[in-house]
């Protein structure tokens, strides 16, 4: 058997994909037991009939699981602005802590709680679980490989539905409200491509500029859309489309040009990835690459993240990483705001 882990579920009525993590825990080997702490007694239910015997204790109060059940690993999904204080207490616990996104309503209330993280050896980690799908890794191991020589650009497409929008029952969630969530849709999924774009390209985002509106008119404070330009710390240029445009469904891609070829992820599509390379043999031509789509979505990326504070082993993403994508998103914020471009001078190390 693998080294397993207690871990402290903390979360409230409003929790974000509660079920999909309690599914994850469930079938996750390093979770030796789970403990929930949920003051609306929301998920008490649905714990006890997804987790069974790992189930090892129900609580109202966050502190109180974590002064009373000990665990080594905080999971927390919160409203943005709650979690903040939450995840502080549970590193002064001394416990790992998984974050749903974005964990924090401005970028400056998160930067201290890594900077804790990473003085007691503590993983703080943002639930930013695309990066670990089959065609992600395929392709992040062909632009190490120099299968596209010099990276030129970067063109990051995510389109939601704008139906649930109009939602009354929406319009009261967190989700809807600038001063609950930190934003809208470039935060809550535009988050997820802008982290992928460094993540494949090994580098980072120093400067944006960029612009938000609610385009649809909905009674919400939050962005319904985002546009934005950036440059990378390796020279390169990048651009997103973010928005809720679609009566359902998802339009989306992520492109990826350089001096020996592209490629094209399409990570909702049965072939998801594309690449063509000058530098490929017997001769140049557009691939499509055949592997398996799964396991993909939250229950590997929660696997490797209990395992990897299990076992003291590299997370699927690290503290710095999970900083950086909150770092680039409020600069879009600012600059969109502003209406001038923006430097990122605040990057992690």
């Excluded at 009525?13 to 994850?24: D, Q, R």
């Excluded at 943005?80 to 998984?98: G, R, S, T, W, Y």
């Excluded at 090994?202 to 609610?214: D, I, K, Q, R, W």
Aim: include cysteine.
């Amino acid at each position: 058997m693998p080294d397993q882990i207690k871990v402290g579920l903390l979360t409230h009525g409003g929790g974000a994909h509660v079920k999909s993590y309690l599914t994850a825990l469930a079938e996750a080997p390093a979770c030796g037991e789970v403990v929930i702490a949920d003051p609306d007694s929301v998920w008490n239910k649905d714990a006890r009939e997804v987790l069974g015997a790992k189930l090892a204790g129900e609580f109202r109060d966050p502190q109180q699981l974590l002064n009373d059940a000990r665990p080594a690993l905080a999971l927390v999904t919160m409203e943005a602005k709650l979690a903040p204080p939450v995840i502080d207490e549970a590193l002064d616990h001394d416990c790992h802590v998984f974050a749903e996104k974005p964990a924090c309503v401005r970028v400056q209330d998160f930067v201290p709680l890594v900077g804790k993280a990473d003085a007691k050896h503590r993983n703080l980690m943002l639930a930013l679980a695309n990066r670990i799908n089959p065609e992600i890794t395929a392709a992040r191991q062909l632009v190490s490989q120099g299968k596209l020589g010099k990276i030129y650009a970067v063109e990051l497409h995510l389109v939601a539905d704008q139906t649930r929008l109009t939602r009354p029952a929406y319009h009261k969630k967190w989700f809807a409200h600038k001063d609950r969530a930190g934003g809208g849709h470039l935060l809550w999924l535009g988050i997820h491509w802008l982290d992928l774009s460094m993540f494949l390209t090994g580098s980072s985002v120093t400067e944006v500029a960029g612009f938000t509106a609610n385009v649809g008119g909905q009674p919400i404070d939050v962005e319904d859309a985002a546009a934005a330009a950036f440059r990378y710390d390796n020279g390169s240029l990048g651009t997103i489309t973010s928005g809720y445009y679609l009566d359902r469904g998802y339009h989306s891609h992520i492109k990826i040009w350089g001096s020996a070829g592209w490629l094209h992820l399409e990570p909702m599509a049965d072939s998801p990835l594309r690449w063509y390379s000058t530098r490929s043999q017997p001769k140049a031509e557009v691939t499509t690459w055949t592997g398996s789509k799964q396991p993909r979505g939250y229950t590997p990326f929660v696997r490797a993240a209990v395992a990897a504070c299990a076992n003291m082993t590299a997370p699927p993403i690290s503290n710095a990483e999970s900083l950086r994508a909150l770092w680039t998103v409020f600069a879009i914020y600012d600059a969109a705001q502003s209406g001038r471009s923006v430097v990122i001078d605040s990057q992690p190390s």
